[in-house]
Each structure stands twice: as structure tokens, then as C-alpha cells.
């Protein structure tokens, strides 16, 4: 069966999946759908995804979103990936399970807000707002701290004190550097006093070089269409 990604290297979980299947040599087709340009809302994708919204997968007759969901199903579904990626173990499992649920309402409704507010909304066609990112900025830096006081303990390399990276690692490191498209000044005040994360997010990388990089450097594209338009 061909597994066909649908996703924009834009969007935080696109990213996360492409990598993931990168970093484990799972073979697939990665289909660009540009939701800056409403690509998302034409009816072909939302028989895909009914929710509009990227990314999502094809695999056979499966048709799969949400993120997470399709982590995990990767990670099940082709025998080639690591134990570690989404363990086998239920106890192990449970623990990644809970940092994917904690993610979506904390650090991407931080992170995600506090991007499009101060520098993406542009790009999207919306127009900034400094006011909710002074409120997008509190709810990030409050998770931040909340990952790195519960998750990055000690001498920890990955989340909970792990030696590998699991799902959970890859999908928070690439919301976190979606933080690459802000300025440079922010981003250092926003990530300075939590050199754990910085840390681990270099774990990250290593650990799925150079696939990490390689799908990132779309964000320097952004940036420089976003000087662009700033300077318009």
C-alpha cells in the first residue's frame, strides 16, 4: 500500500510526520496541500479530512487526521519502527499518550496563537494582533516551564527521562520551532530561560538527523516572504 502524507511543512504536525516517516525509512508520497491559500477547504481534501485542516494521510483504504492519531498509527503499522517511537509497552504508552493530550490545549495553543499573532497572520491573511500575543506569550512560556519542570527532570535526553525519543518528543520539539519565524529577539526572550528545552530540542535533531534540518528550512523561507511583506 502506498501511504500518501498530505501536510504543508508550514504546519507544526506536518512536519512531524514527515520527519517521522523520514527518520524510520517508511516510503511515501508527500502531497503539499497550501492552506495559505485555501487548498485545505477544497472538497478533495476534506474527503481526506472533513475537519479542513493539515495534516492528513491515505494508507490503503484508511484515510486518516488529527496528528497524534497518525503518529501513533505509523508507528504501529510498519514494523521496521523502533519499540521506543510509541512502545509496545502499555504502561510506557499511556505516559507518551498523556503528553500528546496536554500538548493541544497548552504549549501548540500557546505557540501556535503567539506565531500567527506576532509574525505569521500575514502569510495566512490575517492581520496581526501584539495584544493577544502579549496573552498567547503567558500561555506558551507557562507551558514551557510546565514541560520542562514535569517531562525534562534532571539529566533527562528526552521526555520522561527516556534515552530515545517517542512521538511525543518529535511532535512538541517541531511545534517549539515553529518559533524560528518570529524575531529573533523574542524568540531569545521566550526560549532563553528554559536551556533544557534548547537542550533537548538539539537531542531532537540529532536524533533524526539530518531529516529534522532538512524538512525545518522552510521556515527561512517564510521568514524572508514574511520581511517581504513587512517591508511592502
Not at 55 to 73: M, N, Q, R, T, W
Not at 94 to 104: N, R, V, Y
Amino acid at each position: 500500500m502506498t501511504l500518501k502524507v498530505y501536510g504543508h511543512r508550514l504546519s507544526q504536525p506536518s512536519r512531524a510526520i514527515i520527519i517521522f516517516c523520514k527518520a524510520n525509512g517508511i516510503d511515501f508520497e508527500e502531497v503539499t496541500i497550501d492552506f495559505t491559500t485555501g487548498k485545505h477547504r477544497l472538497p478533495d481534501f476534506k474527503e481526506i479530512n472533513p475537519m479542513a485542516e493539515v495534516p492528513g494521510i491515505v494508507h490503503g483504504d484508511l484515510k486518516l487526521f488529527e496528528s497524534h492519531a497518525i503518529l501513533c498509527y505509523l508507528a504501529s503499522a510498519f514494523p521496521g519502527v523502533p519499540d521506543h517511537w510509541y512502545p509496545a509497552d502499555i504502561v510506557s504508552r499511556a505516559k507518551i499518550q498523556s503528553i500528546l493530550d496536554w500538548h493541544h490545549s497548552n504549549l501548540r495553543r500557546g505557540a501556535l496563537n503567539y506565531c500567527i499573532n506576532s509574525a505569521l497572520g500575514p502569510v495566512r491573511s490575517l492581520p496581526l494582533n501584539p495584544q493577544a500575543a502579549i496573552e498567547d506569550e503567558k500561555i506558551l512560556s507557562a507551558s514551557l516551564s510546565k514541560l520542562e519542570s514535569v517531562w525534562l527532570k534532571g539529566d533527562a535526553k528526552f521526555l520522561l527521562g527516556n534515552f530515545q525519543p517517542s512521538v511525543a518528543d518529535l511532535s512538541l520539539a517541531c511545534e517549539i520551532m515553529q518559533l524560528e519565524v518570529v524575531d529573533k529577539k523574542d524568540r531569545e526572550r521566550i526560549l532563553g530561560p528554559h536551556p533544557k528545552i534548547l537542550e533537548w530540542i538539539d537531542n531532537v535533531k540529532s536524533a533524526t538527523s539530518p531529516h529534522f534540518v532538512e524538512v525545518h528550512e522552510h521556515l527561512q523561507e517564510v521568514k524572508a516572504r514574511i520581511a517581504l511583506l513587512k517591508a511592502a
